[in-house]
């Protein structure tokens, strides 16, 4: 099974702030990374997809970029909606792995 | 598109976990669909995907117990898993999983709760 593995595993900030997740895979899932944002009794959604594509309707200040086994999720400026555990994902290989988690919290 | 998990909230140790996924907002033919779980406190686990042409692909930490099918008809998916113990006791999702190119989870249920008591 390829291994996700998520830093930090929580951070605190604050609205307007930059905020930076990485994901590193075990071993490479090219271009196949995809990351979900979910909050308290909801499914998780879905963000960006193939490292760096945003999904429909995702505001633009989320952005991903990398390939191979490194990968970084970038929200621009937090918004208040922004407080929430994001989760990187790879679809290179069966089975599907997520990360361990990177939880957001309010400084 | 909407996901909608329906089941027991309790199944009892050894026995079999059957969870039903209703999709409305789209047919549930040709596409793949999935469940997660995530156990309490612990992150999420992907267990199998399913298609409407019989294909289906499962976790082999699981497989020797789960099975998934699709009933057209209904526009529902199933999950069944046997021989339960306090280890599946989870929030089950469902989901459907996009296989064309792209390889993606873009829309999820809510999730539901299942606790497996002895």
């Known amino acids: 099974d390829i291994q996700m593995t998520q830093s930090p595993s929580s951070l605190s900030a604050s609205v307007g702030d930059r905020v930076t997740i990485t994901c590193r895979a075990s071993?490479?899932?090219?271009?196949?990374l995809n990351w979900y944002q979910h909050k308290p009794g909801k499914g998780p959604k879905l963000l960006i997809h193939?490292?760096?594509t945003l999904h429909s309707d995702v505001p633009s200040r989320f952005s991903g970029t990398g390939f191979g086994t490194d990968f970084t999720l970038t929200i621009s400026s937090l918004q208040p909606d922004d407080f929430a555990v994001y989760y990187c994902?790879?679809?290179?290989?069966?089975?599907?792995?997520f990360g361990g988690g990177t939880k957001v919290e309010v400084k | 598109v909407q996901l909608q998990e329906s089941g027991p909230g309790v199944v009892k140790a050894s026995e079999t976990l059957s969870l039903t996924c209703t999709v409305s907002g789209d047919s549930i033919n040709n596409y793949y669909w999935s469940w997660i779980r995530q156990p309490p406190t612990k992150g999420l686990e992907w267990i199998g995907y399913v298609h409407d042409s019989g294909d289906t692909n499962y976790n082999p930490s699981l497989k020797s117990r789960v099975t998934m099918s699709v009933d057209t008809s209904k526009n529902q998916f199933s999950l069944k898993l046997k021989s339960v113990t306090a280890a599946d006791t989870a929030v089950y999702y469902c989901?459907?999983?996009?296989?064309?190119?792209?390889?993606?989870?873009?829309?999820w249920g809510r999730g539901t709760l299942v606790s497996v008591s002895s």
């Open positions: 071993q490479t899932v090219n271009k196949y």
């Open positions: 994902q790879q679809t290179q290989s069966f089975p599907l792995t």
């Open positions: 989901a459907r999983y996009i296989r064309s190119g792209d390889y993606y989870i873009d829309y």
């Open positions: 193939s490292a760096s």
